[in-house]
């Protein structure tokens, strides 16, 4: 059975870092192009980062940029989400996402193959 598998999620204070990690049940990571998503309390699911296969080309939310990076060990099938200077407005569950592409296309509607279950970061006082 594929699966894709989170975890780092929690709570952590304004300001605060986190990360997320992302690991592959059943089959490798190394092909495919992997992205975050995120869903807050009563809203849409949004587009947070995506890596290319290779991880040369990794592509942001403009609500994100210069706060999260996102990165790849290939070797061992890890894809990492690195969150700081976290804001309340980031709390939310966090999805991991694999398109069976090497190029990211699934923040501008590519369709993603296989989803995780979620992590929940909390980001309160």
């Known amino acids: 059975q594929l699966q894709l598998v989170e975890s780092g999620g929690g709570l952590v204070q304004p300001g605060g870092s986190l990360r997320l990690s992302c690991t592959a049940s059943?089959?490798?990571?190394?092909?495919?192009?992997i992205g975050w998503f995120r869903q807050a309390p009563g809203k849409e699911r949004e587009g947070v980062s995506c890596?290319?296969?290779?991880?040369?080309?990794?592509n942001y939310a403009d609500s994100v940029k210069g706060r999260f990076t996102i990165s790849r060990d290939n070797a061992n099938n890890m894809v990492y989400l690195q969150m700081n200077s976290l804001k309340p407005e980031d709390t939310a569950v966090y999805y991991c996402?694999?398109?069976?592409?090497?190029?990211?296309?699934?923040?501008?509607?590519?369709?993603?193959?296989?989803w995780g279950q979620g992590a929940l970061v909390t980001v309160s006082s």
């Open positions: 890596i290319d296969s290779d991880g040369d080309r990794a």
């Open positions: 996402a694999a398109e069976w592409e090497a190029y990211c296309s699934m923040h501008e509607g590519g369709y993603v193959e296989l």
């Open positions: 059943g089959f490798t990571l190394n092909y495919y192009a």
